[in-house]
């Protein structure tokens, strides 16, 4: 029989592990669950097909007999400007790109898993009855927005993001699929947190390749993220100049959000911003440091790190568009410089990379 105070114990245990938010729901179908059939459907996941997996609509698929799912959020802001503050400084110092965020240190995966395994681990001591768990951390047959929102961790977005009143929407996502009967962190009747979105639309005007064709419903082949780290092959001519100085995701749609705009930092030093001996950094990275990047030191520079979901051949594709929209900003030297570094790239093997270095020498004819 499901008692609350194992729900209390739980949650208590994942803020003493460094978690922001806990909430515990009952592992059901939601109405949610549904509406993503229909955005697969409209073509919206592009080449993501990992998407496709059943599972994610049918929760019970995922874990036998399970019963319960544990929901653990994590605060990743820094103290940094964001994106739409620092773009005026795109080109101080050469120019330079811009990574998202959630991926200037450890690889956000490494993390969350670290702690929920430890929150499972204690979970295996406290409680006697043998049960099934699974971990999962953006990496499983989940959707895990859907569950934090019922848990009563907060609303999806008009950008389909979760956002916390007070937390903003700067979170990593875990989840422990159980097959314990736990008491929902919400009490029966209790309401959700609400839709504070209200008539906003700050999200939606400011996303530059009109990815969020409307509220609460993005198109992810317009998206910037995707573009630049799930797209495998040449990006679509039409949003290159809009990229701007995107290389490694997009923040637009979070650094805009008014929910954002007192959200607390991280007090995890792992996220900070990754700072090598040589005074390169992943805050503003140097886009010519990037596109010269060879494979071997891609893999060393983001050793442990969620930039490598990009790919070498995709990072240097990205940075080379990049640095095409860079050109027209850049004095006499600094171009020259870039187009001598286009040129060579416009000879690489990898046909993405070539492609995207001629269309940037292209941008300053």
Not at 65 to 83: G, H, M, Q
Not at 90 to 95: C, I, K, L, V, Y
Not at 205 to 225: G, N, Q
Request: proline share 5%.
């Amino acid at each position: 029989m499901a008692t609350s105070g194992n729900t209390a114990w739980i949650i208590g245990r994942a803020e003493a592990l460094g978690f922001d938010l806990c909430g515990v729901v009952r592992a059901e179908k939601f109405a949610e669950l549904e509406q993503f059939s229909e955005w697969l459907a409209a073509g919206y996941a592009g080449e993501m097909r990992y998407l496709e997996d059943e599972r994610r609509r049918e929760p019970g698929s995922v874990l036998e007999d399970l019963r319960s799912v544990i929901v653990c959020a994590l605060n990743y802001n820094t103290d940094y400007p964001y994106s739409t503050e620092a773009a005026a400084s795109a080109n101080q110092d050469g120019p330079r790109g811009w990574i998202s965020r959630y991926a200037w240190g450890d690889d956000y995966h490494e993390v969350m898993w670290g702690k929920l395994n430890s929150l499972q681990a204690e979970m295996k001591e406290k409680f006697r009855e043998p049960f099934a768990a699974r971990v999962y951390a953006d990496t499983g047959p989940v959707a895990e927005r859907v569950f934090a929102k019922h848990a009563g961790l907060g609303w999806i977005g008009k950008n389909t993001l979760l956002l916390n009143e007070q937390l903003g929407s700067w979170l990593f996502l875990g989840v422990i699929l159980t097959s314990l009967e736990l008491e929902p962190s919400l009490k029966p009747g209790a309401a959700r947190p609400p839709d504070l979105c209200g008539n906003c639309r700050q999200c939606l005007d400011a996303c530059p390749t009109e990815a969020l064709i409307e509220s609460y419903v993005l198109d992810a082949r317009r998206c910037i993220s995707y573009l630049t780290i799930e797209l495998r092959g040449s990006i679509p001519e039409q949003f290159r100049e809009p990229m701007d100085w995107q290389v490694y995701g997009c923040d637009i749609c979070q650094d805009v959000c008014p929910y954002n705009r007192a959200a607390p930092v991280s007090r995890m030093p792992q996220f900070e911003a990754r700072r090598f001996l040589n005074g390169k950094t992943l805050h503003r990275p140097s886009l010519e440091w990037i596109a010269e990047m060879r494979e071997d030191d891609f893999r060393e520079v983001f050793r442990g790190s969620a930039v490598k979901r990009a790919k070498w051949a995709g990072l240097v594709r990205n940075a080379c568009v990049a640095l095409g929209n860079s050109l027209p900003q850049l004095d006499t030297e600094e171009r020259q410089r870039v187009c001598d570094l286009l040129k060579r790239l416009a000879g690489s093997a990898i046909s993405t990379i070539a492609e995207s270095a001629q269309w940037a020498l292209s941008r300053i004819e």
